[in-house]
Every structure is written in structure tokens, then in C-alpha cells.
């Protein structure tokens, strides 16, 4: 009877321990679910951020693509105003010249 009372003396001593051992383990597991849904609640907020952030840097590409070709089509038009403004220069050095001559003459 005495042995018989040790050993469940030992057994609820042994099942509370694993009582407190399974919470535990309970307890650690309800963490990690917790930090796993945590985790994913950032990766979905760092995936759309990501998603914005390269339609921004689209966006700008093609504005700096539509800027290069304004850029392009300004330089050609400058460097025909320079020539019509040369040639311009040099009817006017023509003219110049034949107003001279023609007043040289009478």
C-alpha cells in the first residue's frame, strides 16, 4: 500500500510536470503562430510597397523617355534656327554690300 501511494505520489508529480511542460509548449506554439502571421503581415505590406514603388519608377522612365525626346526635338530645332539664322546673317551681309555698291555707284 505504501509503494502503491509512492508511485502515484510519482505519477501526479510526473503528470504535472507534463501538464506544465504541454502549456508551455502550448504557450511557445501560440507565439510562433502569432510572429509567423506578424511576418507574413509584413511581407504583404513590403510586397505592396514594392509593387508601388516600381510603378513609380516606371512611371518616371517613361517621363524621362517623353523628357529625352522633348530634349532630342529642341536640339534639332535650335540647330535649324541657327542655320536659318546664319543664312539670315548672310543675306543681310549680301544686302549690305549691294546697298553699298549700288550707292557707291551714283
Known sequence: SEE???KCDQLAKD???MRKIV???GQKRTKLQAAKEAAE???VAAEGEISRTNGEINRMQKEVTRLEAERDGLAEEKESLLILCS????TIESQKLLHQTS???T
Open 4 to 6: 502503491l501511494r509512492c
Open 23 to 25: 502549456d508551455e509548449e
Open 103 to 105: 550707292a557707291e555707284g
Open 87 to 90: 543664312d539670315l546673317e548672310e
Open 15 to 17: 503528470s504535472e510536470r
Open 41 to 43: 503581415s509584413v511581407r
